[in-house]
């Protein structure tokens, strides 16, 4: 019943016939600890985008080679049309010389260089690279495109510490406490501030000095990665709802904006009128499945 | 060359040093033409120090030291201007090479005891007497391990050896003017105001500030910090660029409580001197306290880091209420103001309130009726810090100084503060540390009469741990066998009594006794285990390592043994923990509820192991007893507002609504990611108490948060009778 707006929003964004398409990769783990637990974030990680995206390849174990990733990304720029959105996540560890930054593969590792011209060719217009491995702070400025979204574990090559943002990027897109905006959906923008407050917790819980700083970078792209609630389908709305909860929303999102403008018992009044319209109008035969 | 030198300046030198001595207004002229005069660097060195600069005397030193290099002197007296300016670590190194070239070069040796004495090292008194053996008589060393006594407490004794030392022909101005004022200190500390000393030493130098800030030091060190005030801001009327006074002024009115005046007093010392690290450290400090909440209610003013303040304020009201309640009548004392208590975020922080300096050992600290301590976010469980049971020994500091206006000796304060904590506290405990039980098993405790050096001088760095137990477990024997005997004891401190005299006054026996009636309550409560201690650590070691091995039978049988030896025994290395997880694994549920039980009984506060036995309770139907595990559980980490959630949820669940709404509240004044969720739950809490018009209020900051929560817009339907 609540997937009324998150619709609306998402066929706001990308228009009626754009499709997310993704690519997962777990690099090597280099212990057996580690591969077992890429490979479970890259598969989890996966799980969750397949509920929206049109398709979710993933490549780990001895399959994610650099030739392999090289293919798949070619692949994605070959199915992703203009209109499109496309998601690739790597995830793993990297390393950085002061000069190149290498992606850990088995096999020879890919640069920060080479993965840069692998996604110059994605035509997709809009694009979210999430980098979840040490060093990956040094590709921020190497995969800088006006079209693309870049969430990196660490703020610079120099962090080359085993990060742990891959676990909690992986564990928000199942957790309801990420989804802070209550719509049903964790987006991109909610996965990453998620993730970057629990690596923060993570080393102040155990008193060490913090040794990944996140960083998300790049245009705001709008785009929903997972769907909670088990994932159930949204319902039709009936005809004319969906137009005016989009009005209430601007409505609400320009009190919001001049909250400074009212005394604040006049604001909440406000406030309310306007929800508890977008209450009743929810509740209306059809929107609940009631 | 050296001889030279020291002959050809020293009238000069002198008659400047008499001028200053007398607090003449030509000395600073006088010491300047003498170092444009001087064509020796040493003595230009030391009439430019003298002239006030640094820099100047700095640059002939280095002069002197490469035209005269093998000169021990010289770099001794260097490395004494580097003290001077606070850079200690280059004065140590001076002193060091001072000493490598003369092994008896006496400025040296005095100036390493003194860094040593200024960073509360072990041992310094020991290095004083080794210069006394070296040179019979020297003054300065006499009148340094005079200070040294007096702060120890033995008053009559530096009396008498200054008395004598000022009865010497052949004393320099300025070392009669020092002598008057260790003198005056000990008059400070006995109360016999005003000394006649200090008009002796103010006749003789009216600018002589350390008549005043001497006396103030031992104050501060006796811990009557209100007559410190009052001295230092003597001294630093006597002489108001005596920027060291400003700078201990300023420190000690922060411990009362007067932060603008302490302001004030720092900016000043930081002006006349901006390398004093005490300073600018505690500047820096009150800059940081701008930024604390405030939380005031009568008798309690409580400063924390600001969102912190909401989450730790009920724990702190609560304790602090309760210690109004329970302290006052057991110590027979009540504050005459509010308590203030503050509690900091960073232990550094906390060392600096403190001390002036980080890096400090202890973790919480009692100024008279201000409480500083580090805050639960300082440390935690983990490194076996308690933070309530910590507040609750700091405020039973209120009581002890309070009761006897500030005159109760450090072992007392302390052991009624470690008894309380075990007896009253949150947390009780009847658990010893292994390192007390070896040093009572090794005959090393100390005699009551000299505990108080356990704590001010320790000799080795366990001395303290085992000081604090040992100051506990005294004053527990006390509490038990000699009735009304912890209040006679402060009644006897309050009247000037040292502990030898307070034990014979308040407790009838002579100190030996009381030693040898400890001793015997000691032997008969660990006597069995003092006797196993080594197979009882065995036991512990192979309980963890069978543990961390998954080696569950193992782990349960070492365990066993280990509780069986010392059920009490529940510090972080305890023998329950494996026990339980044993126990757990092997799915002896009967013995882990017992194990669980018997840990959470003796005081053990692991978050595994609460959490596992809340659950336990909870699904075998204990449920108010998994709350009190939830509530410790809480009180241990109450800084982690999704456990404060869930406790809410919990206590919801069980109808104590307004429990639920405070635990919901604390969880959103910690700053929860997901906040419209916070203030979802604070609204239901409410509305379950009736409120429905906070309830309203916090739906609709869910709903400004977060427009499309639909169980936000539910409950407004539901509030707006819509459903």
Known sequence: MKLVFTLVSLLAAAGAFAETRALVIAGLGGTPEYETEFQRQAHESAERLRALAADVVVLAGPEASRERLQGELAALSRRAAAGDTAVVLLIGHGSFDDRDYRFNLPGPDPTGADLAAWLAELRAERQLVVVATSASGALQELFADPRRAVITATRSGGERNVTVFSHYFTAALSDASADTDKDGYVSSVEAFRFAETAVAGHYEQRKQMATEHPVLDGPEIPLQLARLDGGAEPSPLPAGAGERLAELEAEIAALKANKEDYEPDDYYARLQSLLLEVALLRRQPGTDGS | ?723
């Not at chain 2, 800030?213 to 801001?233: G, S, T």
């Not at chain 2, 890096?359 to 440390?379: E, H, N, R, S, Y």
């Not at chain 2, 604390?666 to 239901?684: C, E, K, Q, T």
């Open chain 2, 1 to 723: 060359m050296m001889v030279a030198w020291v002959l050809a300046g020293a009238v000069a030198l002198a008659d400047c040093r008499a001028l200053e001595v007398r607090g003449a207004p030509g000395a600073e002229p006088c010491y300047r033409e003498l170092a444009a005069a001087a064509a020796d660097p040493a003595l230009r060195a030391e009439a430019l120090w003298s002239a006030g600069d640094v820099q100047g005397a700095n640059a002939a030193f280095r002069q002197a030291v490469a035209a005269a290099p093998d000169d021990a002197r010289v770099r001794a007296r260097w490395g004494r201007l580097f003290l001077d300016v606070h850079q200690e670590a280059d004065a140590e190194a001076l002193f060091s090479e001072a000493l490598a070239i003369d092994p008896d070069e006496v400025e040296a040796l005095l100036g390493l005891a003194k860094l040593a004495l200024g960073r509360f090292e072990g041992g310094v008194r020991a290095r004083v007497e080794q210069v006394l053996e070296r040179h019979p008589g020297h003054f300065d060393a006499e009148l340094l391990l005079a200070r040294m006594r007096l702060e120890l407490g033995e008053v009559e004794a530096v009396r008498a050896t200054v008395e004598r030392l000022l009865e010497r022909g052949e004393i320099e101005p300025q070392q009669r003017l020092d002598a008057y004022a260790v003198l005056a200190a000990a008059d400070a500390v006995q109360d016999r105001v005003p000394s006649p000393w200090v008009a002796r030493a103010l006749a003789l130098n009216a600018r002589f500030a350390d008549v005043h800030a001497v006396p103030a030091r031992l104050l501060v060190i006796n811990r009557r910090y209100r007559e410190a005030v009052r001295r230092y801001q003597q001294a630093v009327a006597v002489n108001p660029e005596d920027w060291a006074a400003h700078a201990e002024l300023g420190i000690n009115l922060l411990r009362v409580n007067r932060h603008r005046e302490a302001r004030r007093h720092l900016q000043l010392a930081y002006h006349g001197d901006p390398y004093n690290a005490l300073t600018v450290n505690t500047l820096r400090l009150l800059d940081l306290l701008d930024g604390f909440a405030t939380v005031e209610e009568p008798g309690l003013v409580m400063r924390a880091p600001r969102e912190q303040a909401d989450a730790l304020a009920p724990y702190v009201r609560a304790e602090a209420r309760r210690a109004r309640q329970q302290m006052a009548e057991r110590y027979g004392y009540t504050p005459e103001g509010p308590v203030v208590i503050e509690l900091y975020e960073h232990h550094d922080d906390f060392a600096v309130r403190t001390a002036g300096l980080p890096g400090l050992g202890i973790l919480g600290a009692t100024f008279g009726d201000v409480v500083v301590m580090d805050g639960p976010a300082a440390k935690g469980i983990a490194d076996g810090f308690d933070w309530l049971s910590a507040l609750w020994h700091e405020l039973a500091h209120v009581y002890t100084l309070g009761a006897t206006d500030n005159r109760v000796s450090r072992w007392f304060s302390e052991g009624v503060s470690v008894m309380e904590e075990r007896q009253h506290g949150p947390t009780r405990q009847r658990s010893v540390p292994l390192g007390f039980l070896e040093a009572l098993a090794e005959d090393r405790l100390l005699p009551v009469g000299e505990l108080d050096e356990g704590f001010l001088r320790p000799r080795h760095p366990a001395q303290v741990g085992i000081s604090y137990m040992q100051a506990g477990l005294l004053c527990e024997l006390i509490d038990a066998r000699f009735d009304g005997g912890l209040t006679a004891m402060l009644r006897a401190y309050r009247a000037g009594r040292d502990t030898a005299a307070a034990v014979r006054e308040a407790l009838g026996v002579a100190p030996d006794e009381l030693d040898r009636l400890f001793d015997e309550h000691l032997k008969r409560r660990f006597g069995e285990l003092l006797g196993n201690l080594e197979t009882f650590r065995g036991a512990v070691r192979e309980a963890h390592d069978a543990a961390a091995a998954e080696s569950w039978p193992a782990a349960l049988e070492a365990a066993q043994r280990a509780v069986a030896l010392y059920p009490e025994y529940v510090q972080g290395d305890s023998a329950y923990l494996p026990l339980a997880r044993a126990a757990e694994a092997l799915g002896r549920d009967e013995l882990l509820d017992r194990t669980l039980g018997a840990y959470f009984d003796a005081g053990g506060r692991d978050p595994w192991a609460l959490r596992r036995y809340a659950a336990r309770l909870q699904q075998t139907g204990g449920g108010e007893q998994a709350l009190a595990v939830w509530d410790a559980l809480v009180r241990t980490l109450p800084l982690d507002g999704d456990l404060r959630a869930e406790y809410g949820d919990r206590l919801a669940a069980a109808g104590r609504h307004v429990d639920a709404l405070a635990a919901y509240r604390a969880a959103l004044a910690l700053g929860p990611h997901d906040r419209a969720h916070a203030h979802l739950r604070v609204a239901r809490a409410e509305l379950n108490l009736g409120h429905v018009e906070d309830a309203r209020r916090e739906v609709l900051r869910a709903l400004e948060l977060a427009p499309r929560y639909d169980a936000a817009l539910d409950l407004l339907l539901e509030l707006n009778g819509e459903r």
